[in-house]
């Protein structure tokens, strides 16, 4: 019987055992989700209280900005004056001066038809904004090119009717790059990546060009939220509404496996929406790791309960079986020993969840850090409790209880603003309070309060902290918080300032930089042009040998180099800058490795270096690229080469076609050689500008430091990279990887003639559609040939006359019949004014031409294309028009005898003077020399009319300069001074001066230094 009960007992304590372990564990892991269930919504709640402040202060920033941007609008229309609207000229220069003055980047008047009148003409191009000039009435803020990447911000307001020219003036406006608009608000993120601010429109797209914190690939907020999971009580259609209408709001969904909650607000004067995104997976993932080692230690210690449990049990066994007697005191001391470890595992589980709330508590209070004073305000019972007390406030300290409205009416009372006071009461009353919040996630009153004296601006914050934990509709308790917004106020400010100055530094250091290389730009090619003019001459006398004659070759060759690293030298802020370009022309593969071979074969010879170059493999005859570019970038790293390799030394070039695809073919370039090499240390620094090795190496070899920093600028554009490995004492190995567009012309192609070579082309495309233009360049540069395009028929005739001035003419000009202010036609007449009957030009349109045939060919139109545009059809209509023209000046064109002519020459060099009229002997012409602008001015007036042919004028001169000097002769008054040709012999080469060269009266612009077949080739042209 004994033994029964015994075993009774035992099975008894075992199941009760189980079922204890059971309800510690399944107890401890319910209790530990239940805490971070309500740690979750807790963080949210206060997540949502700080956003919306967030959001709230930075609305304020943005509306701040555009206040004052109308602000100073109105200012410069209470500047307009009578005498302003009195001409086109007078209102174009208020125009820029409002623009200087209050830092506007355009400012506009619109008429009662529509018409913009700009500080540089009218435009016709009102559709594109999105005010209505006839029913404006107050300033409204609109964005241009919302869904581009040249957005603007458009602030229009309307005038007093102002009358100008017949015309009422009804609305000004202004633009305002978005760039600019958006440095002046500061939208950075949470240190850790878990809050992000932005500007959408209305319709979604994004105005910092990145849509959910850099999440989202799309380019538009409401786009790419069809893609997310909305959680209960939002979705993108009241997302889309909130949007459209304006209304301030907030959702929370999970996007690409990632929980966030967006908080929206609409800026003020604006259709945009200001938004706060806050990652709560960031945030959770570390509440669930707090939670997980509380529910982890809990188990443990349930674990160790069961064990201790389980050793009492089978104590408890061995004592029954020893002593049966005493079996009912062992179950009485059993009974005692299990309720004391019920007792103290209690207890242990009371301490874990006193430690997870002051846990809570503290990321309660981090969150809330950026507030001055937080309170948890009971609606029902009217009871508030301190939870962040404020430094300033000695009545109420944490944890203290107080009635709710009494203590804040009494607040108001004392410090808040009259002007804001009933609304502050108003805000607080319970009823208004309940009502708001059913609206809204988070309820804010911005006010005026007064304190020692000192004014300042509060914002006063509340949020439901039961918020979809209950089911409840009714709003029983809130979290309320205090803060400051006028350190964020001065702070913005002041980085404004900061970033206006830097602005500033870095524009005037940009000027200097190009004033010094326009100054150095002369300076060297000056002394350029005599070594290439000596080297000419010295090639054109009759008894030099064959030996010298190959020198003398070599010496132009190297000089012709050397100029075209001294131009890519002077253009490297260019390079900086990006605004270098590449050719797409057509060369053969083998002649630029022979011109290479030809360069370093010699020097490494007279150097005493072996000089091997290896084609592994096959590779085309021709290939589409840049031609130049590619051989400067391997005569930069050869030259390294043999400059760094001492006597007795190996200098290898090996080339390789390692792939192609899609018509293109990567070629690989490694230069090796076995000099002085580099340390480890300088490899990291050798592509950066005016870098340079050790000074020993520099006073001995010699270096600029700019030759590998363009070198690797080249490769890049090719959309290349460039590689080094070198070790000090044995030797570089530097590996040059390119892609060039394949070509499927051979050499034995050459030998018949072809009647035109894409790659010699230069041909000009005039539409007013840039995609057009684009289209066309893209389809010319398949075939190899060059385009520059424009958009307008003005912009042509400015590029045709600055090519002209040049001598460098276009072969091929293709504009559009249709476009506005000037249309093929009429651009065509002007074109052939300027450059007579020289240049091809094809009308290209989508259009029947047959009704402007007759007026198209008689304004100089050779033929016509029907769009869209084939290279093939171009080239033969092109064939077909070269055939005729050729036809016609072979019949036509008389080119002048320049035997006996005479020659005026004003050159201050002596050197270059004396090369100059050398050259011109040549073809037996008399030549006279002025040694600067005036004495030209007075040789030309001393003789009689019809005395010299043409005038030779350098640019830069003592006394008086080229440009004055030839002002001077046009306005001579004798009867050749307006035809007599001056041609301009200079190192100015860039756009600007070959403008002023036209605009003083020249005819020709010869860049030095000059080749004497163009010039002469200049003369037999002009004169007459």
């Keep these: 019987m004994k033994k029964s009960n015994i075993r009774s007992i035992t099975t008894l304590a075992v199941i009760g055992g189980i079922i204890v372990a059971l309800v510690l564990i399944i107890g401890t892991v319910w209790t530990g989700r239940s805490a971070s269930r309500d740690t979750e919504q807790a963080v949210r709640n206060v997540s949502l209280l700080y956003l919306d402040e967030l ?19 109105d200012v410069a229309l209470g500047l307009l004056t009578e005498e302003d609207l009195s001409s086109t000229e007078n209102l174009q220069a208020y125009q820029l001066r409002m623009k200087q003055l209050y830092g506007l980047e355009k400012f ?17 191009d009102i559709d594109q904004y999105d005010f209505d000039y ?28 102002l009358p100008y020219e017949g015309h009422i003036l009804v609305v000004c406006f202004m633009e305002i790059d978005m760039d600019q608009m958006l440095e002046n608000i500061s939208l950075q993120s949470g240190s850790n990546n878990t809050t992000f601010c932005n500007i959408y429109t209305s319709d979604g797209y994004s105005l910092t060009n990145m849509v959910l914190g850099g999440l989202a690939s799309e380019d538009n907020l409401l786009t790419a939220l069809n893609q997310a ?26 996007y690409n496996g990632i929980t966030e909650t967006m908080y929206y607000v609409p800026v003020h004067r604006t259709d945009w929406m200001l938004t706060y995104l806050i990652r709560e997976s960031v945030i959770s993932g570390q509440i669930d790791t707090i939670s997980e080692g509380i529910v982890r230690r809990s188990l443990i210690l349930s674990i160790l309960t069961t064990l201790v449990l389980a050793g009492v049990f089978v104590m408890m066994l061995m004592q029954v079986r020893k002593a049966a007697k005493l079996s009912a005191e062992r179950e009485s001391q059993e009974l005692m020993q299990q309720e004391l470890e019920e007792r103290i595992a209690l207890q242990d589980e009371l301490l874990e969840q006193e430690k997870k709330r002051a846990e809570l508590d503290s990321m309660v209070t981090a969150l809330a850090s950026d507030y001055r004073s937080v309170y948890y305000v009971n609606l029902d019972d009217d009871r508030a409790t301190c939870f962040r ?47 708001e919040l059913k609206q809204n996630a988070i309820i804010a009153f911005r006010y005026l309060v007064k304190k020692d004296g000192v004014e300042s601006y509060e914002m006063l914050r509340m949020a439901d902290v039961n918020k979809d934990s209950d089911g409840d509709d009714i709003v029983h308790a809130v979290g309320v918080g205090f803060t400051d917004i006028d350190d964020e106020m001065r702070d913005s400010l002041a980085k404004n300032q900061a970033l206006s100055d830097a602005l500033k530094t870095a524009e005037e250091a940009s000027k200097a930089k190009t004033t010094f290389l326009s100054s150095m730009s002369h300076e060297i090619r000056t002394p350029m042009n005599a070594i290439i003019g000596l080297d000419a001459l010295a090639l054109n006398e009759p008894d030099i040998s064959d030996s010298t004659k190959d020198y003398l070759e070599k010496i132009g060759s190297s000089a012709q180099h050397l100029l075209s690293l001294i131009n890519d030298i002077l253009d490297m802020s260019r390079i900086e800058s990006g605004r270098m370009a590449l050719k797409n022309e057509e060369f053969a593969f083998s002649k630029l490795i022979e011109q290479v071979n030809v360069i370093f074969s010699g020097q490494c010879n007279e150097k005493g270096l072996e000089y091997n170059c290896r084609v592994n493999g096959h590779l085309n005859d021709y290939y589409i690229g840049d031609s130049v570019k590619l051989r400067q970038v391997l005569i930069n790293i050869l030259g390294n080469a043999v400059k760094f390799t001492p006597e007795g030394g190996k200098v290898e070039l090996e080339v390789e076609r390692t792939g192609g695809f899609d018509g293109r073919s990567a070629l690989q370039f490694k230069i090796s050689d076995t000099g002085i090499g580099m340390s480890k240390e300088y490899l990291p620094k050798l592509f950066d500008t005016f870098s340079q090795g050790d000074a020993s190496s520099t006073n001995k070899y010699g270096s600029s430091g700019l030759g590998m920093a363009i070198t690797k600028s080249i490769v890049e554009m090719m959309n290349g990279e460039i590689k080094v490995e070198s070790e000090k004492g044995a030797g570089t190995t530097f590996t040059v990887n390119v892609t060039l567009m394949d070509s499927e012309r051979k050499l034995s192609d050459d030998a018949e003639p072809m009647e035109i070579h894409p790659q010699d082309m230069k041909v000009l495309v005039i539409d007013d559609d840039p995609l057009a233009c684009d289209q066309a360049k893209l389809v010319l540069s398949h ?78 139109v050779d033929s016509f294309i029907a769009k869209p545009l084939f290279t093939e059809n171009l080239l033969n209509e092109f064939k077909s028009v070269l055939k005729k023209k050729n036809q016609a000046s072979s019949e036509n064109v008389k080119k002048a005898e320049l035997k006996g002519k005479h020659i005026l020459l004003a050159e201050d060099v002596d050197i270059n003077a004396e090369i100059m009229m050398h050259v011109l002997s040549m073809r037996e012409m008399e030549s006279d020399h002025a040694a600067n602008g005036k004495e030209a001015v007075e040789l030309y007036e001393s003789k009689p009319e019809g005395y010299y042919d043409a005038i030779l004028m350098d640019m830069r001169m003592p006394e ?16 050749d001074a307006s035809t007599i040709p001056i041609i301009a012999l200079t190192a100015n080469a860039f756009d600007e001066d070959v403008q002023q060269s036209l605009q003083a009266g020249l005819n020709a612009h010869l860049s030095k230094p000059v080749e004497p077949e163009v010039l002469f080739e200049t003369l037999e042209k002009l004169i007459k």
């Design 55 to 73: 959001a709230g202060r930075r609305e304020e920033v943005v509306a701040s900005t555009l206040s004052d941007y109308i602000s100073d609008m």
């Design 108 to 124: 506009a008047f619109v008429d009662e038809n529509g018409l913009i009148y700009t500080s540089r003409g009218t435009r016709t």
């Design 134 to 161: 006839k029913t404006l009435s107050d300033p409204e803020i609109s964005v241009k090119n919302a869904d581009g990447d040249n957005v603007k911000v458009v602030i229009a307001m309307p005038t007093d009717s």
């Design 229 to 254: 999971d909305f959680e209960d009580g939002y979705s993108i259609d009241s997302m889309r509404e909130d949007f459209a209408n304006g209304v301030r709001g907030v959702a929370s969904f999970t």
């Design 389 to 435: 007390s404020d430094a300033a406030d000695e009545d109420i300290a944490r944890n203290d209880v107080f009635e709710f409205s009494s203590v804040f009416g009494e607040y108001a009372d004392k410090y808040v603003s009259e002007d804001y006071r009933e609304q502050f009461h108003e805000f607080i009353k319970p009823e208004n309070i309940r009502e």
């Design 783 to 860: 075939a190899g040939i060059a385009a520059e395009t424009v958009q307008s028929g003005n912009e042509a005739v400015e590029m045709v006359k600055l090519s002209h001035a040049r001598q460098e003419p276009y072969n091929l000009i293709i504009v559009d019949w249709q476009m506005p202010e000037m249309d093929g036609v009429e651009t065509t007449r002007k074109i052939r004014s300027v450059i007579g009957k020289e240049t091809a030009v094809i009308i290209l349109t989508a259009y029947n031409w047959d009704e402007i045939y007759e007026e198209a060919t008689t304004a100089g």
């Design 960 to 975: 008086m300069d080229g440009l004055t000097a030839t002002r001077t002769i046009r306005r001579s008054g004798k009867a």
